[in-house]
């Protein structure tokens, strides 16, 4: 997918920020990606949502329902669900394994595809994978609004599709250009939601 959706839309809601950043996982980067303020925007999660669809539609047939994990799928899921019309169910944390939202379940069988907004390591989908895989679900398909992971397919042979390629450098403190040129550690800036 190229054209359709690009670094520009996130940048321009400040899902996308540059500057100096000490990410959630403590590494540095002169770049800071979350798709959350672009998902604040329903029209704007319909599209993306819609987009990926049928990106979804084209690599897999007969998808049956959309799997998310908990939180950061959870809008874009529910929107790739409904441009698809099947159902959409999340996953959620209990004592530290990755489950089912407590009162779903999937049939064995079924084809399920699992969304995210932001691929960065893939952890979180291969554990749904595993939720899923264990409860005789089959997984046909996997898509992101955003591939960080560096790599094309983080989860082959699934197949996966992303709405953006993003593969933005991070570094330890010591190895970190920012930090040797004194520039400033900032956290990522908030910025209100404006009616469009
Ligand atoms: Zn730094």
């Known amino acids: ?83 698809l019309g099947v159902p959409f169910l999340f996953t959620e944390r209990a004592d530290g394994a990755m489950v089912l939202r407590r009162g779903f379940a999937v049939a064995p069988g079924q084809r399920v595809a699992i969304v995210e907004d932001v691929v960065t390591t893939g952890r979180s989908t291969r554990e749904v994978i595993e939720v899923l895989d264990a409860a005789g679900a089959e997984v046909v398909a996997l898509g992101s609004m955003v591939n960080r992971s560096g790599v094309d397919n983080p989860f082959a042979p699934h197949p996966f599709r992303a709405l953006l390629e993003a593969s933005f450098p991070t570094w330890s403190a010591e190895a970190c250009p920012l930090c040797r040129d004194g520039v400033p550690v900032a956290k990522p800036g908030s910025r209100p939601i404006a009616r469009p």
């Open 1 to 83: 997918m190229t054209g359709a959706f690009s670094l520009d839309e996130l940048t321009a809601c400040a899902s996308h920020q540059r500057g100096h950043f000490l990410l959630s996982s403590g590494l540095h980067s002169g770049d800071y990606l979350q798709c959350a303020l672009y998902l604040a925007e329903p029209r704007r999660a319909a599209r993306a949502g819609g987009l990926l669809a049928g990106e979804l539609a084209d690599a897999a047939t007969g998808i049956d329902l959309v799997v998310s994990p908990a939180m950061g799928g959870i809008i874009i899921g529910h929107e790739t669900a409904r441009a």
